[in-house]
Each structure stands twice: as C-alpha cells, then as structure tokens.
C-alpha cells in the first residue's frame, strides 16, 4: 500500500551534486519523519540525514555538504548533496516513519534504494 518512490541517484565526479528525491504515497497516516540513509558494501546501514518537524538530523560525515529538505504538500523529501567525495558512494534508501494516531502505532518504512556513485 504504501510506496515510496526515488529518484536522482546516478554517477558523479569528487566535488560535484546530485539532488536525491523521496516521495511516499499510498497512506493517510501521518508522515512524523522523512529522510535518508545509505549503505556502502559490506558496511552498516547509517544514517545520512532525517527531517521531522522542521528539524534535521545529520550524520557528522555530511555536515555542511548535504541539506535534507521536506515538502508537505508532495510527501516528498529531498537530499541535496554537494561537494561530494568518494567516500559518499553507497546505496541511498528513503525513510519514512508514519504514525497512526488513531491506534498509537508507528510504521517504519523503506524505499528500494537509489545508488549514488562518487569518481575521484
């Protein structure tokens, strides 16, 4: 039911931008945060950066480099990324945590991953 659909992965060269989007559809529950994480190769899945309720949480790595934005009307969430560097290549997975209040549940939910590819 729910769907969360990305875009703006692809390949980029060490300084370069790409702009990740994020858009969820399929529920009427609530949206309490929206976000990304991102997984390299035989690595952890760690956060990247996260938005909710016009707050931003930021894995250290990014600071001042990435900017995660939310746009309420579209349910979609976006992940600017500038100056980037190799070290940012990994797989990019949209996150949503929804919240049914009606029956005082959450819902994680993921997108299927979009690769970001950073060339030095």
């Known amino acids: 039911q729910v769907q969360l659909v990305e875009s703006g992965g692809g390949l980029v060269q060490a300084g370069g931008s790409l702009r990740l989007s994020c858009a969820v559809s399929?529920?009427?529950?609530?949206?309490?945060?929206m976000g990304w994480y991102r997984q390299a190769p035989g690595k952890q899945r760690e956060l990247a950066a996260v938005?909710?309720?016009?707050?931003?949480n930021y894995a250290d790595s990014v600071k001042g480099r990435f900017t995660v934005s939310r746009d309420n009307a579209k349910n979609t969430v976006y992940l600017q990324m500038n100056s980037l560097k190799p070290e940012d290549t990994a797989v990019y997975y949209c996150?949503?945590?929804?919240?049914?209040?009606?029956?005082?549940?959450?819902?994680?939910?993921w997108g299927q991953g979009t690769q970001v590819t950073v060339s030095s």
């Open positions: 996150y949503v945590y929804l919240r049914d209040a009606i029956n005082y549940r959450g819902y994680d939910y």
């Open positions: 399929g529920s009427s529950f609530s949206i309490n945060a």
């Open positions: 938005v909710s309720s016009g707050l931003t």
